[in-house]
């Protein structure tokens, strides 16, 4: 089975801080999502990454930022961490042949901006 | 612009019920549709749709994908409580240079003992 494992399940971070979201899958994914999910919003693209050290915008990624240095490992950062980011963020992978269409998903995590 | 749209967002239903759940989409170079139920964690994967008019089941449930009307339904029968959860519908198309999945902003189903 798919692993994608979120580090951070709960975080409490004050406004301006720089905040860390990792997460790692153990599949070999090519590719690998950050979204955000809001009640009535749904999930929302933050950024994905289809390949190391590559990074493609998602819908909205004002105020966020990635790195993937290695393939296994894809991370959100919050430069200076805002209010209207308290959400629940959930990272995903999915591998790069046609026959792998489904994502996979890590378990979330809840940050909270006070 | 491209959207997935879910109706009910809600739906409150007693054990043993029969439920639908809807999914219509607007994009461009479909690819495919994919079920999600989502408990208090992560989503997990119950079905993708590619071909109009060939059912996907799964015990009590199943779905169907039409894409000359562009929606998908996701049935469940003999609801039991621990349906309970929001279901997400998410398509899978390509858009530019990448293909992208776009979710809609999901059904949420309680079902009463």
């Known amino acids: 089975d798919v692993k994608v494992t979120q580090s951070s399940r709960y975080l409490v971070k004050r406004t301006g801080e720089k905040v860390f979201l990792e997460c790692v899958q153990d599949?070999?994914?090519?590719?690998m999502f950050w979204y955000r999910q809001d009640p009535g919003l749904g999930l929302r693209l933050i950024y994905f990454?289809?390949?190391?050290?590559?990074?493609e915008k998602g819908d909205i990624p004002e105020g966020y930022s990635v790195s993937r240095e290695k393939k296994e490992r894809f991370s959100l950062i919050l430069e200076s961490a805002s209010t209207n980011q308290t959400s629940m963020y959930l990272c995903?992978?999915?591998?790069?042949?046609?026959?792998?269409?489904?994502?996979?998903f890590g378990e979330g995590s809840w940050l909270t901006v006070v | 612009e491209d959207k997935v749209v879910q109706s009910p967002l809600s739906l409150v239903v007693h054990e043993g019920d029969t439920v639908t759940l809807n999914c219509s989409y607007e994009v461009t170079n479909f690819r495919s549709l994919l079920w999600y139920k989502q408990e208090k964690k992560a989503p997990t994967f119950l079905f993708m749709l590619t071909s109009s008019g060939i059912e996907k089941k799964s015990g009590r449930l199943s779905s169907i994908l039409d894409k000359k009307e562009l929606f998908s339904i996701l049935n469940i029968t003999a609801t039991q409580t621990g349906d309970s959860a929001v279901y997400l519908c998410?398509?899978?198309?390509?858009?530019?240079?990448?293909?992208?999945?776009?979710f809609g902003t999901g059904t949420l189903l309680a079902v009463q003992p």
């Open positions: 599949m070999d994914h090519e590719n």
């Open positions: 998410a398509v899978r198309y390509y858009g530019g240079a990448t293909n992208k999945l776009i």
């Open positions: 990454s289809y390949d190391v050290k590559m990074k």
């Open positions: 995903a992978s999915r591998g790069r042949a046609v026959s792998e269409n489904t994502i996979y």
